[in-house]
């Protein structure tokens, strides 16, 4: 049993950075593939980034390629995501989420694949 919780969202203005927390209990932080999605209002939830287990693999949705940086400090047992130059677009709740997996370099990038999640954290990025 894995459980999440995801904090480090807020409020801020376009062009700005925020750093999103994911920290996960137990001692299986090590052997699970850990990624970001995120829903907006009136629309699917979607995925963001991913990485392996091994923290070797990412994956990024393209909407936030080059801004975006995902990564894990299995010392914490933390994700995180670094969020530059933020847009209006960005707004939305973002949730973490994680997946045992077998394969050291495996991400996941369908919300179907994970079965762990974060209670979700409120990013609103005004204009």
């Known amino acids: 049993q894995v459980q999440l919780v995801d904090s480090g969202g807020g409020l801020v203005q376009a062009g700005g950075s925020l750093r999103l927390s994911c920290a996960a209990s137990g001692r299986t932080f090590s052997t699970h593939n850990m990624g970001w999605f995120r829903q907006a209002p009136g629309k699917v939830r979607e995925f963001v980034a991913a990485v392996s287990r091994s923290g070797s693999s990412t994956r990024y949705a393209d909407s936030v390629k080059g801004r975006f940086t995902i990564s894990r400090d299995g010392a914490v047992n933390t994700m995180y995501l670094q969020m530059n130059s933020l847009r209006p677009e960005d707004t939305a709740v973002y949730y973490c989420?994680?997946?045992?997996?077998?394969?050291?370099?495996?991400?996941?990038?369908?919300?179907?694949?994970?079965?762990?999640w974060g209670q979700g954290t409120q990013v609103t990025v005004s204009s």
């Open positions: 989420a994680a997946r045992s997996s077998v394969i050291s370099s495996y991400v996941a990038t369908e919300s179907h694949e994970y079965g762990y």
